[in-house]
């Protein structure tokens, strides 16, 4: 199935709750709401001739000048042989999307990641905490505007170059 036939799909059950289709790019995606889109994956894994039981990956990204985080979520289905991206926009100021471990146990690290590096609060996430930086780390690093601190428990975070 091609990314237009499933937008349509997804756009006859979901209406208005799918934003925007982009089709005529490299890596063809939907963006849809973002309170949305546990139901919408949901309905994607279970759905007869989609059936996407794998998030393959799920990534976020800082749109600083925009004003809001893409969460980004690529999915494949074994057993139909096709693929789909969604992206989820949530505000800078509050970022909070339902979670889509119940769907896909994948997300659990991958929710966690975004949430460690972005500052994304995933509702419903079993066990949402830090997962690369330390529990009493002050903001996101992958945010455009991080500044990190000169140290860390009186550790330098400064290094030389390895580069020299």
Same mark, same amino acid.
């Given at each position: 199935? %091609? $990314?237009?036939?499933?937008?349509?799909?997804?756009?006859? !059950?979901?209406? %208005?709750?799918? /934003?925007s289709a982009e089709?005529?790019? !490299?890596?063809?995606? /939907?963006? &849809?709401? @973002?309170a949305a889109i546990r139901d919408i994956c949901a309905y994607l894994r279970d759905a007869e001739g989609l059936q996407f039981d794998v998030l393959t990956n799920q990534s976020g990204v800082d749109y600083r000048e925009q004003g809001y985080i893409e969460v980004v979520y690529h999915l494949y289905s074994y @057993?139909?042989?096709? #693929? @789909?991206? /969604?992206? $989820?926009?949530?505000?800078r100021d509050a970022p909070v999307l339902p979670s889509v471990v119940? &769907?896909?146990k994948a997300a659990n690290w991958l929710e966690r990641e975004i949430y460690d590096l972005l500052g994304v609060d995933f509702t419903g996430h079993p066990d949402l905490r830090r997962l690369l930086m330390p529990e009493d780390w002050v903001? #996101?690093?992958l945010?455009? %505007?991080?500044?990190?601190?000169?140290?860390?428990?009186g550790i330098s975070t400064s290094r030389e170059s390895l580069l020299r």
């Open positions: 199935m %091609d $990314a237009a036939s499933i937008h349509s799909r997804l756009r006859e !059950k979901f209406g %208005d709750k799918i /934003l089709a005529s790019v !490299k890596d063809p995606f /939907l963006v &849809v709401d @973002a @057993a139909h042989r096709h #693929y @789909a991206v /969604l992206k $989820a926009r949530v505000p119940t &769907v896909w903001g #996101y690093p945010r455009k %505007d991080f500044v990190e601190p000169e140290e860390y428990h």
